[in-house]
């Protein structure tokens, strides 16, 4: 595991020229501390250096191998709904763990170093990113060394010299990722207040992963040791490693909305499905916030979509701000949103969703096309299980005529479900047939305050067309 640029991001963060020249000073302390101590662990080897004879070619190998293995990062997402970011695999681990096992002190310290060159030669990475982690793996590889010989000097554990070898291998490539993993966890945690549990570096599958890893590198320094020959065909299994590290992104990918971050709505589905068999099975509530953009049109026509996006994207970082951790927001479609909000009653989700209205009508959006800060309001309409509905169909069918009559009220507020929604849909006498259905306008409606009821003509929607299909109003 390394710590990138890419491990940093949030949607909210700061411009990265800023954020990645800068250190808090508990995380710039720590930088200090763990940089000592690699100076400390690395420079009595790097001394004795022009006295190694032997194990060159082995060096040669193994840097050159963890050099490759570094510039082919396989970036996924960190697990839990408000956890922003990414983090980076590398199957490094398969080219350090032989270098801390089979090569002297002074070679091993020189590794990390030969790793991180030509990635940093690449991508020009910040100052602090880059020497962070030739620190880390210098401690890793040295920890991980010591380890080794300290187990195998210990001929009272074992006395069969191959499982000696065998217990002094896994005390290796155990005290290799937790080492890695602990410093990269304490600089996340300083550096970006980033906790254990949400920067996912302990989490079961992070960890495994860098274990599999760590224990193919011992058998490939046990196989250098016996027929270096067949080293090709111990490596063959790196591609299929590489592919499978890449499975949690593509996963993030299939269930994610790229532009925003949010739950797409193919997954926000099977989650309001799953929610509402729970919420039935165990007689708990559930309410679903249906909220849709004001004027994005306006917003893309005066300021160009890019701004729009913008727009989208704050609202997502409205919703994080405001939601609970196991509410599940996600991007509807186009300028809709839905939220979904396990155990919630009437009450406290109409509270949810007028404060998510104020604070996004409170917030200011720099865009490069304009001059001026944009602002954004947004339209909620709420919806309860059991009482407006039972059906995930129904619960968002309500919801919606709720947003709908928030729209027409005059937008900027949240409106519940109730009787007055369903007035929407409620059959409605037919125009003379000697005037054309298109030119049926529709009443004109006074602005009302928040959550008050108000009754619109079924087959009339906002344009002022009728819907010939299914004779209902519908948001054009």
Not at 29 to 34: E, G, M, R
Request: net charge positive; charged share 20%; with cysteine.
């Amino acid at each position: 595991m390394t710590m990138v640029p890419a491990a940093l991001e949030s949607p909210e963060a700061p411009p990265p020229e800023a954020a990645e020249t800068r250190l808090p000073k508990a995380a710039l302390a720590f930088y200090l501390l763990v940089g000592v101590a690699a100076f400390a662990a690395a420079v009595p080897p790097f001394e004795r250096i022009a006295q190694v004879r032997h194990g060159w070619l082995a060096f040669f190998v193994f840097a050159t191998g963890a050099a490759l293995a570094q510039m082919f990062v396989v970036v996924a997402p960190r697990r839990g709904r408000n956890s922003q970011g990414t983090l980076s695999y590398h199957t490094t681990g398969v080219f350090l763990l032989p270098a801390a096992l089979l090569l002297a002190p002074p070679l091993a310290a020189l590794v990390p170093v030969v790793q991180h060159l030509p990635e940093w030669l690449k991508k020009r990475q910040p100052w602090y990113i880059a020497t962070f982690n030739i620190f880390n793996y210098t401690l890793t590889v040295l920890a991980a060394l010591a380890v080794n010989r300290w187990v195998l000097d210990r001929s009272g554990i074992l006395s069969n010299a191959h499982a000696r070898t065998a217990v002094a291998g896994f005390a290796a490539y155990v005290a290799y990722v937790f080492v890695n993993h602990g410093l990269l966890a304490a600089m996340f945690r300083l550096g970006r207040n980033l906790s254990i549990r949400e920067s996912g570096l302990f989490a079961g599958e992070s960890v495994s992963a860098e274990l599999v890893l760590a224990a193919l590198g011992v058998g490939v320094a046990s196989l250098w040791s016996s027929n270096p020959w067949l080293l090709p065909l111990a490596l063959a299994p790196i591609v299929l490693i590489n592919r499978s590290l890449a499975v949690p992104a593509l996963q993030q990918q299939a269930r994610v909305d790229p532009k925003t971050g949010l739950f797409n709505a193919r997954h926000f589905a099977a989650a309001l499905a799953d929610e509402l068999s729970r919420a039935e099975r165990f007689d708990r509530p559930a309410s679903l916030l249906m909220c849709d953009l004001d004027l994005l049109r306006d917003i893309n026509n005066e300021h160009g979509h890019l701004a729009g996006d913008a727009v989208l994207r704050g609202v997502a970082g409205v919703f994080r701000e405001e939601l609970r951790h196991y509410d599940i927001p996600a991007r509807f479609g186009g300028e809709e949103f839905s939220i979904l909000l396990p155990e919630t009653g009437a009450t406290q989700a109409l509270e949810i969703a007028d404060r998510i209205r104020r604070t996004l009508a409170a917030r200011r959006f720099q865009v490069e096309t304009s001059t001026e800060p944009i602002r954004a309001t947004i339209s909620i309409g709420v919806a309860v299980f059991p009482t407006d509905a039972t059906g995930a169909d129904e619960l968002i069918h309500e919801a919606d005529l709720a947003v709908y009559r928030a729209k027409l009220q005059g937008r900027n507020r949240v409106v519940a479900a109730g009787p007055e929604s369903r007035l929407l849909t409620e059959p409605q006498p037919q125009p003379h047939a000697s005037v054309s259905a298109f030119e049926v306008q529709p009443e004109p409606v006074r602005e009302q305050a928040p959550f008050a009821p108000v009754a619109v003509p079924e087959a009339v929607t906002r344009c002022g067309r009728i819907c010939r299909t299914c004779r209902r109003a519908r948001r054009c």
